[in-house]
């Protein structure tokens, strides 16, 4: 037979797309010609199959062929069509059944000794395969347990593609792969190590308990750094949809950790201030990648010396903390990432950042205004949370105010508090009091009039614009879910108003 057809995975921003990879021998001279818009990976893809093979003990047929990957309007992208090529090259020169690989998924990289290499996206892939009733993939021996957590699919993990002839051959057959037992979490640190700073805790306990974004300022030494790092332990575990929208996406970043190919727990992203645009959104001059925000979807989004970052970079955040995703565009098509992640700021008072205080500071008024200038009016506006942290006392440091509440403590709070918003939500799509929309904050949450008096204020005089008003109501139920209360009352108003202020008049 001199046609061959084999299936792949195609992926588009976190979505796999099947490719049907079909290779004719002709007469002619010797050549390939790779047709269905391949990317210039996937055009070398073609010598590494010809080295595998010849060196798997195969024969690559010297006539001429012509690989098609279909859908030819969809980019192809990457080296995981690599085994998906070669076998079908075996299948058409004869080596291999073709029935057998009619409806088979091959997912991999060769090297050129025939080795079968991991690659990134298995798990959006085998997702794909399983969405479109294909029932066998075939993966890299590395990425089996990641493509094990699709139910439904038989995982084959293969690590030469020796394996995958003798297999399809009907010589040695491969046992579908069972996925180990995965290892312990690592500990994770624990707001107990926080002395002091009774505010910074409690702002991270409401943004844990609601999803607010959170504006932490205040000296070198305060504590900034350890409150945010501490803030994915409140969050509760995924739930099993959200680890896997999770952990997709780490497979394709390429940052999922070997041991542990289900991420359980709300991952935690600190970039450095030196990222550029496409590293914190996503991007990349090839194939899209996601950004640290994406990755940090369902997490946290932690920015230490913010104004440090620069501005165009920061503001590319607005949108997507609003929508929820980012799509990101190129000449050769676009991708949509999910990234409803919290977003934790940090900033020093000054450029100079003395840790003893105003009275040591050097930096003048205009090096001020200018340092707090680098974050524009409308990032800011979108931060529910805006909280000033002293220096921390000596009292705190070396004599200590009682046993500090550790993280398990606070996060049975949490999410006490967020099972009583999710029980007032239900019906409403949403889960988050962040989440809530303004429409809905004016009917049917609308808080007390009477309660309102505050913030009315406020927005009258200009101290709060529309959002923010919005945003103080959606703290407010946050805080009255974690004193047990029905609705905010003034003393809610109050403190989401005082928490939302205090930066501006600082």
Same mark, same amino acid.
């Given at each position: 037979?001199?046609?061959?057809?084999?299936?792949?995975?195609?992926?588009?921003?976190?979505?796999?797309?099947?490719?049907?990879?079909?290779?004719?021998?002709?007469?002619?001279? @010797?050549?390939?010609?790779?047709?269905?818009?391949?990317?210039?990976?996937?055009?070398?893809? %073609?010598?590494?199959?010809?080295?595998?093979?010849?060196?798997?003990?195969?024969?690559?047929?010297?006539?001429?062929?012509?690989?098609?990957?279909?859908?030819?309007?969809?980019?192809?992208?990457?080296?995981?069509?690599?085994?998906?090529?070669?076998?079908?090259?075996?299948?058409?020169?004869?080596?291999?059944?073709?029935?057998?690989?009619?409806?088979?998924?091959?997912?991999?990289?060769?090297?050129?000794?025939?080795?079968?290499?991991?690659?990134?996206?298995?798990?959006?892939?085998?997702?794909?395969?399983?969405?479109?009733?294909?029932?066998?993939?075939?993966?890299?021996?590395?990425?089996?347990?990641?493509?094990?957590?699709?139910?439904? %699919?038989?995982?084959?993990?293969?690590?030469? !593609?020796?394996?995958?002839?003798?297999?399809?051959?009907?010589? $040695?057959?491969?046992?579908?792969?069972?996925?180990?037992?995965?290892?312990?979490?690592?500990?994770?640190?624990?707001?107990?190590? +926080? +002395?002091?700073?009774?505010?910074?805790?409690?702002?991270?306990?409401?943004?844990?308990?609601?999803?607010?974004?959170?504006?932490?300022?205040?000296?070198?030494?305060?504590?900034?750094?350890?409150?945010?790092?501490?803030?994915?332990?409140?969050?509760?575990?995924?739930?099993?949809?959200?680890?896997?929208?999770? =952990?997709?996406?780490?497979?394709?970043?390429?940052?999922?950790?070997?041991?542990?190919?289900?991420?359980?727990?709300?991952?935690?992203?600190?970039?450095? /201030?030196?990222?550029?645009?496409?590293? !914190?959104?996503?991007?990349?001059?090839?194939?899209?990648?996601?950004?640290?925000?994406?990755?940090?979807?369902?997490? %946290?989004?932690?920015?230490?010396? =913010?104004?440090?970052? @620069?501005?165009?970079?920061?503001?590319?955040?607005?949108?997507? !903390?609003?929508?929820?995703?980012?799509?990101?565009?190129?000449?050769?098509?676009?991708?949509?990432?999910? $990234?409803?992640?919290?977003?934790?700021?940090?900033?020093?008072? $000054?450029?100079?950042?003395?840790?003893?205080?105003?009275?040591?500071? =050097? $930096?003048?008024?205009?090096?001020?205004?200018?340092?707090?200038?680098?974050?524009?009016?409308?990032?800011?506006?979108?931060?529910?949370?805006?909280?000033?942290?002293?220096?921390?006392?000596?009292?705190?440091?070396?004599?200590?105010?009682?046993? @500090?509440?550790?993280?398990?403590?606070?996060?049975?709070?949490?999410?006490?508090?967020?099972?009583?918003?999710?029980?007032?939500?239900?019906? =409403?799509?949403?889960?988050?009091?962040?989440?809530?929309?303004?429409?809905?904050?004016?009917?049917?949450?609308?808080? @007390?009039?009477?309660?309102?008096?505050?913030?009315?204020?406020?927005?009258?005089?200009?101290?709060?614009?529309?959002?923010?008003?919005?945003?103080?109501?959606?703290?407010?139920?946050? !805080?009255?879910?974690?004193?047990? /209360?029905?609705?905010?009352?003034?003393?809610?108003?109050?403190?989401?108003?005082?928490?939302?202020?205090?930066?501006?008049?600082?």
């Amino acid at each position: 037979m001199t046609l061959a057809r084999t299936w792949s995975v195609g992926l588009v921003g976190v979505r796999g797309a099947l490719v049907e990879v079909e290779l004719d021998i002709a007469q002619g001279l @010797p050549g390939v010609a790779l047709v269905g818009l391949p990317d210039a990976v996937v055009r070398q893809s %073609v010598d590494r199959v010809r080295a595998a093979v010849v060196n798997t003990g195969g024969e690559f047929p010297a006539r001429r062929i012509t690989i098609g990957l279909s859908p030819a309007s969809m980019p192809k992208q990457g080296s995981g069509f690599d085994l998906a090529l070669a076998v079908a090259v075996l299948a058409a020169a004869g080596t291999v059944p073709a029935a057998s690989i009619d409806r088979l998924v091959l997912l991999g990289e060769l090297g050129l000794d025939g080795s079968v290499r991991p690659i990134r996206g298995v798990l959006p892939a085998v997702l794909a395969a399983a969405r479109a009733g294909h029932e066998q993939v075939v993966v890299p021996a590395a990425n089996a347990d990641e493509a094990a957590l699709v139910d439904g %699919v038989e995982v084959l993990a293969v690590g030469s !593609l020796g394996q995958v002839v003798e297999h399809l051959a009907g010589r $040695c057959r491969l046992a579908a792969h069972e996925r180990a037992v995965p290892p312990d979490a690592a500990p994770i640190a624990d707001l107990g190590d +926080v +002395v002091g700073q009774s505010v910074g805790r409690r702002a991270v306990e409401i943004a844990a308990a609601g999803g607010h974004h959170l504006f932490l300022a205040g000296p070198p030494g305060a504590g900034k750094t350890m409150l945010a790092e501490r803030l994915p332990g409140l969050l509760p575990p995924l739930d099993e949809q959200a680890a896997l929208e999770v =952990t997709a996406i780490h497979s394709i970043a390429g940052t999922l950790p070997s041991a542990a190919p289900l991420l359980t727990r709300p991952p935690f992203e600190a970039p450095h /201030h030196s990222a550029t645009m496409a590293a !914190l959104v996503g991007g990349g001059s090839g194939q899209i990648r996601p950004g640290a925000l994406c990755r940090a979807h369902r997490g %946290v989004l932690f920015l230490d010396e =913010t104004p440090e970052f @620069p501005r165009a970079v920061l503001d590319t955040l607005r949108q997507p !903390l609003e929508r929820g995703e980012v799509t990101i565009s190129r000449a050769s098509g676009a991708a949509t990432f999910p $990234c409803r992640a919290q977003l934790v700021l940090a900033a020093n008072p $000054c450029p100079c950042a003395s840790a003893a205080g105003d009275t040591a500071c =050097t $930096c003048s008024p205009l090096e001020r205004r200018r340092y707090r200038s680098r974050l524009s009016g409308p990032l800011l506006d979108r931060i529910d949370l805006r909280v000033e942290l002293p220096p921390v006392t000596r009292a705190a440091w070396l004599d200590g105010v009682g046993e @500090p509440e550790s993280t398990a403590v606070v996060a049975r709070r949490v999410l006490q508090a967020r099972a009583v918003a999710a029980e007032r939500l239900a019906g =409403t799509g949403l889960a988050l009091n962040s989440q809530v929309p303004g429409r809905l904050l004016r009917g049917r949450f609308a808080p @007390p009039r009477a309660s309102l008096a505050l913030a009315e204020r406020a927005l009258e005089r200009g101290a709060l614009s529309v959002r923010g008003f919005d945003r103080v109501q959606r703290v407010a139920w946050t !805080l009255a879910d974690l004193a047990g /209360h029905t609705v905010p009352g003034p003393d809610e108003i109050a403190e989401a108003l005082g928490m939302r202020l205090q930066r501006a008049a600082a």
